[in-house]
């Protein structure tokens, strides 16, 4: 092989490494810039999916189940939130918005310590499976509240709630405001406490999450 044709494989090897080291980089920075969530967290929201007999979350009569907690970490549910508005609700996904969905649900599971059955915002239901909240546990215990199967499925159906009782919900939580967030939630009848105090709530769970 004449040294022309040496120099010119060398340049075509020399290419492909260039673009090869080019394809790593980028997929390492898409890596470092999505938000991974744990396997488990990942199952799809299809009935098919689910063992045989699994209720939907609201699906037929009212039947009450044993409350089971289903605790998790601050940061497992950041990046389920992430994952699931990325999905959901595509285009703009400002900082703001999810701190506020943090931290709200930070303050109706008491930081995700009294959660049961991936109920992140303590989201009621007239229909389905429903669990009580047991004594001592705030807000108050008689309000049935809804059952989901894993940790997506209730994230979604958290944040679909928000998105239908709020119709202004993308412009409220991308103002990063915990007060315009607390009047807008009270004026959809998300919650029953005083609106100061709810707001005074979200200001803390924001502050000990360190999103204030």
């Known amino acids: 092989m004449s040294r022309t044709g040496d120099l010119k494989d060398a340049a075509v090897i020399f290419g492909l490494l260039y673009v090869a080291s080019k394809v790593g980089s980028l997929i390492e920075w898409t890596g470092a810039h999505m938000p991974t969530i744990p396997e488990a967290y990942k199952h799809p ?10 209720k939907m979350p609201g699906e037929g009569p009212l039947v009450e189940v044993p409350a089971v907690k289903t ?16 999905e959901r609700y595509p285009g703009d996904m400002p900082p703001n918005k999810i701190k506020l969905l943090w931290a709200q649900s ?22 389905g499976n429903f669990f009580l909240l047991p004594k001592g546990d705030t807000p108050g215990h008689l309000h ?9 499925q209730g994230m979604e159906d958290y944040l679909a709630t928000i998105y239908r009782l709020l119709p202004t919900a ?22 029953e406490a005083p609106e100061a105090s709810y707001a005074s709530a979200l200001k803390f769970r924001m502050k000990e999450l360190g999103v204030a």
């Open 144 to 152: 049935r509240y809804k059952v989901y199967n894993y940790p997506k």
């Open 71 to 86: 605790a998790m970490t601050p940061a497992d549910v950041h990046t389920l939130i992430e994952q699931v508005v990325m």
């Open 170 to 191: 993308d412009q409220v939580l991308s103002t990063g405001n915990p007060d315009l967030y607390a009047q807008a939630l009270k004026q959809g009848r998300y919650y």
């Open 106 to 127: 930070s303050l109706e599971t008491d930081a995700w310590s009294k959660m049961y059955h991936y109920n992140f915002g303590n989201v009621t239901t007239k229909t």
């Open 45 to 54: 929201f299809e009935k098919a999916s689910l063992p045989k007999g699994t």
